[in-house]
């Protein structure tokens, strides 16, 4: 398989569509405690092995998760490096978005010394 | 202490942003609403100004903004009221004139109030996950051309 490009449109995508999944997001939530087999990830869904290896195959895809080469086990240990900069992506966009809602803060305790007109309720 | 912004990405189509604030909602309904207001606060990172912002507050009215940036360039969009419920919930649609979010995004934003301060969560709901992915890539390019700095001085004004 290709190796991902970090950090590229492409790679952020990929990140993104596979973050999207709430059992991917339980998966990995699971893995941020430590590496486990594919049966151990399974047990605390109501699904079947076939099923969460699909998503594991998403996860792998977007590089979020690695198997180990432990050829009975295969553990499964997850990435950090594109969750970190999913991360990073979210956190720039909410930059911008606090920027004018601090300015709509200082507009509206300046609103507060406007006496109101009176509203038909 | 306003509670802080959080930005989500629920499901692959979504961005959700919430924020709370220290007036009633009748005054950040206002806020959204009414041109001459919303003109002050939505101009985007330091040195942009909002030379265009037209509201027709009628469900099937049309709003247009236009954003400059220092350098000239201007950035414009625009869209149609859906759903007008004062003070408590706003759907619009939303296109911009480049149209790089690949068509109408919808945004309903929800105020509610309690003890006198306001939480308003944007729901922007886009035609595919490309285009919620370049509205995100947007963002972290306008962060950028803020600067550390200014976001600094900014922080110690409020």
């Known amino acids: ?19 999207a999944d709430p059992t991917r997001r339980a998966i990995l939530a699971r893995l941020a405690t430590g590496e486990a087999s594919v049966g151990e990830l399974a047990a605390p869904f109501a699904m079947s092995q076939p099923a969460i290896s699909k998503h594991l195959k998403v996860l792998e895809k977007a590089g ?18 594109p969750l ?38 | ?32 609403t009414k041109p001459d207001l919303v003109k002050r606060w939505m101009t985007g990172p330091p040195g942009w100004t909002m030379p265009v912002c ?53 945004a309903t934003q929800v105020l509610t109030e309690r003890d006198g301060r306001t939480t308003l969560t944007t729901t922007v709901v886009y035609s595919s996950t490309a285009a919620r992915d370049a509205a995100l890539r947007s963002g972290m390019t306008e962060g950028m051309e803020m600067g550390y700095e200014n976001l600094d001085a900014l922080l110690e004004t409020v």
């Open chain 1, 1 to 19: 398989m290709e190796l991902m490009s970090y950090g590229t449109p492409a790679g952020l995508d990929a990140t993104f569509a596979a973050l």
């Open chain 1, 64 to 81: 979020l998760v690695s198997r180990g080469r432990d050829a009975q086990r295969r553990p499964v240990r997850v990435e950090a490096k």
């Open chain 1, 84 to 121: 970190a900069e999913a991360n990073a992506w979210l956190e720039t966009y909410r930059r911008t978005l606090e920027a004018n809602y601090q300015r709509l803060d200082a507009l509206l305790d300046e609103l507060k010394t406007i006496p109101q007109p009176p509203q038909g309720r």
């Open chain 2, 1 to 32: 202490m306003t509670q802080k912004l959080t930005v989500d990405t629920p499901d692959d189509l979504k961005i959700v942003i919430t924020r709370a604030f220290a007036s009633p909602r009748e005054r950040v309904f206002d806020c959204l």
């Open chain 2, 54 to 106: 037209e509201i027709d507050l009628r469900v099937g009215g049309q709003y247009r903004y236009v954003w400059r940036s220092p350098e000239g360039q201007d950035m414009g969009m625009g869209g149609t009221y859906k759903e007008i419920t004062p003070p408590e919930r706003l759907v619009s649609g939303e296109v911009f004139d480049e149209d790089w979010t690949g068509g109408e995004t919808v």
